[in-house]
């Protein structure tokens, strides 16, 4: 034990005066003569026994009293475990990610805790020592030493962020490698990372915030039952929840909003730390731009309980047709939608090659040979974009073969034969017919090409032989679409044949949705005039980086930039697409690491220390003792009134 103002104890000394009063009895006795003073004699050697031991009790009661104030006035402590030692910068990191929502008490969210925290780390050290305060905003503010009035004006501005940091960009963002860092966060296992290495001479203080252990739902994934549809078509929404917790989920309702109407409810219940998948369908999409949500109701964790995505179709496909026949014209026939299409058609010997890198679907209809220059430019594209091969009425096989990497037969005197019932669990005709019938009349084709057995082959003949392959993004057809070899062309089944192919070859990279944490979005815009550059506009207006590669444009998103939500893209005063963020779901898994996995994740050396406070009131206390010491002063005042209120019921009830 220590004392803080030793030179208090010199008024120790004034102990004597009690005992000196003690000691000198300064009243003047009375004598009284009695005629018989043998009872008398009796009763004062009784009497003078117990005032004797009132004034030793009182005495004691005194100089007790008098011991234990000068001792408070002297401030007694129990010394510190660490010393501040003469370090003038001090690094903290509070987690402010949407995680620190939760709650840690009855009406305090771990933010709240956090910040409380700070405020006594910052109220315990000496005025002229300066704070780095990092939060995962990695705002300016902690660009630089600020002092305590500047920090504790930014606590108070300091909100929840949807970015999340891991414990690697937190050290990086440290002004010195070799100080003291207080680290104040939830732990979160999900997005704390893995091992990393810490420099011995940086002393880390893991300060965890223990929230309650609760079930938290989630949206985990949303997609098209049939990706292929391109709008106005029957299609289901597949949305997979889990359940992020060791408590049942009964009876939860998730909406699903598109253009702002409400278009289907469903009620789910989900096992403990399990998933569940429900469907909605859909059935009136509007071709064009559609802002979807889903909503649920999921107390007290509420941050995630919006998911937002887009249906757009706003894109017409590119069909680009290399000919060489004129009466091949079914092609032209089926591509000839304006409103889906973008189709032009060129001769072999005429085509335009510039136009074949925007293309969505390249179609070689009735091409007996192709030629080397044509060959090679294919073989180069063939990787991105999709081709559909129409044999010729006298096809060369060794070009053909070049093309798909696969050596092919002729067989020019084949005859017609049906072709099979289709795969209906084939994504490519999924929703294409109302009834699945396996009698459904079927076209005839023939095999004029040969390339061997497939069984994956898209379509087939009656024989098992494919009439209709797929290698890599080529598709290679059987026969040419004349009515000596097959009258498919006119049959029911050409036409969402033909559409879904070019729907797969669609060279648009934009998805449903991003994460916020998403750097590139890729879309296709046609007729971009001028340089003025493409903005975001949303919760917030973005500029962002960007560069056009022909008709596709790239954009360079900064990591943790927007807010989740809808974002429209802008060229001037026309919308191109509208794109939608939401959170990263690691955010939304809310298990946390103790301590000891935390420090072991830090390198677990011995420079790393923990604070096992649970709350903020212990943190406190914790802190306290460990820098500053345990202060005794209160104590030894209460000690003191307690002996002065013992020598005042001494003197008044012990006769």
């Known amino acids: 034990m220590i004392f803080q103002y030793p030179s208090f104890l010199w008024a120790l000394g004034s102990l004597a005066i009690p005992i000196i009063i003690h000691l000198f009895n300064f009243r003047k006795t009375t004598r009284i003569y009695f005629s018989n003073t043998r009872l008398l004699k009796q009763v004062k050697q009784e009497t003078t026994q117990k005032r004797k031991l009132k004034q030793y009790l009182v005495l004691a009661s ?22 501040i030692g003469s370090q003038k910068n001090i690094a903290i990191y509070l987690d402010n990610s949407l995680s620190m929502s939760a709650p840690v008490g009855e009406k305090t969210r771990a933010l709240d805790a956090g910040i409380q925290m700070v405020d006594e780390i910052i109220n315990l050290f000496p005025s002229d020592v300066r704070y780095q305060l990092i939060t995962n ?68 203080k893991l300060s965890p915030i223990k929230i309650r252990q609760l079930s938290n739902v989630l949206i985990d994934t949303v997609y098209l039952e049939n990706p292929l549809v391109n709008g106005g078509e029957k299609n289901s929404v597949k949305v997979k929840l889990q359940n992020d917790g060791n408590r049942l989920v009964e009876g939860l309702v998730v ?55 887009t249906l757009n179709y706003t894109g017409k496909l590119k069909v680009v047709e290399i000919t060489g026949s ?19 058609s060129f001769k072999a010997s005429n085509l335009n090659y510039s136009v074949l890198g925007a293309a969505d679907l390249i179609v070689l209809n009735q091409l007996d040979k192709i030629e080397t220059s044509l060959l090679s430019a294919l073989s180069s594209l063939k990787n991105d974009h999709s081709i559909l091969v129409i044999p010729g009425i006298k096809p060369d096989a060794e070009s053909y073969g070049n093309l798909i990497s696969t050596k092919l037969g002729i067989n020019q005197e084949e005859k017609p034969q049906l072709l099979s019932i289709p795969d ?12 699945k019938n396996v009698s459904m009349a079927m076209p005839t084709g023939s095999k004029q090409v040969e390339w061997g057995a497939d069984r994956s082959a898209i379509l087939q003949l009656k024989d098992g032989r494919p009439f209709l392959s797929q290698f890599g993004n080529v598709y290679l057809l059987a026969c040419p679409l004349v009515k000596e070899a097959t009258d498919f062309y006119n049959h029911a089944l050409f036409v969402p044949v033909m559409y879904r192919l070019a729907v797969l070859g669609s060279r648009s990279e934009q998805r449903p949705y991003y994460n916020l944490s998403s750097t590139l979005i890729s879309f296709a815009a046609d007729s971009l005039i001028g340089e003025e550059p493409l903005k975001m506009l949303g919760k917030q207006e973005v500029i962002p980086m960007q560069r056009r590669n022909g008709n596709q444009i790239v954009l360079e998103i900064p990591k943790f930039l927007l807010d989740k939500g809808f974002y429209t893209l802008m060229h001037k005063k026309d919308t191109l697409n509208v794109v939608a963020f939401n959170l990263d779901k690691s955010e939304s898994l809310l298990t946390s690491l103790s ?25 406190s206390n914790e802190i306290k003792e460990r820098y500053v010491g345990t202060p005794l002063w209160k104590y030894a005042l209460i000690l003191a009134l307690l002996f002065l209120l013992a020598e005042v019921l001494l003197i008044r009830f012990l006769k």
Request: charged fraction near 20%; aromatic fraction near 12%; hydrophobic fraction near 40%.
């Open 62 to 83: 005194r100089l007790l009293f008098l011991a234990f104030l000068v001792l408070a006035f002297a401030q007694p402590l129990i010394p510190a475990k660490e010393q």
């Open 137 to 204: 905003d990695f705002a300016p503010f902690s660009n630089s030493y600020k002092t305590k009035t500047e920090v504790l004006e930014f606590l108070s501005q300091i909100r929840l962020s949807s970015i999340s940091r891991d414990a690697n960009e937190i050290t990086n963002r440290l002004l010195e490698k070799n100080g003291s860092l207080f680290w104040i966060s939830d732990l979160q296992r999900s997005t704390f990372g893995n091992l990393i290495k810490i420099d011995s001479s940086l002393q880390i």
């Open 255 to 309: 909406k699903l909003t598109i253009n702002g109407m409400q278009a289907s409810a469903a009620t789910v219940a989900i096992e403990p730390n399990s998933s569940n998948t429900i469907s909605f369908d859909i059935t009136s999409i509007n071709k064009g731009i559609n802002k979807a949500q889903l909503s649920f109701s999921d107390y007290p964790v509420s941050f995630d309980n919006e998911f937002f995505f």
């Open 326 to 344: 004129k009466e091949a014209v079914s092609v032209a026939t089926v591509y000839g939608n304006k409103d889906l299409f973008l189709f032009s």
């Open 424 to 435: 209906f669990k084939n994504p490519l005709f999924q929703n294409v017919f109302e009834e």
């Open 595 to 619: 301590a000891e996995e935390a420090k072991l994740r830090l390198g677990g050396g011995k420079s790393i220390s923990i604070f096992e406070s649970g709350n903020t009131e212990a943190f």
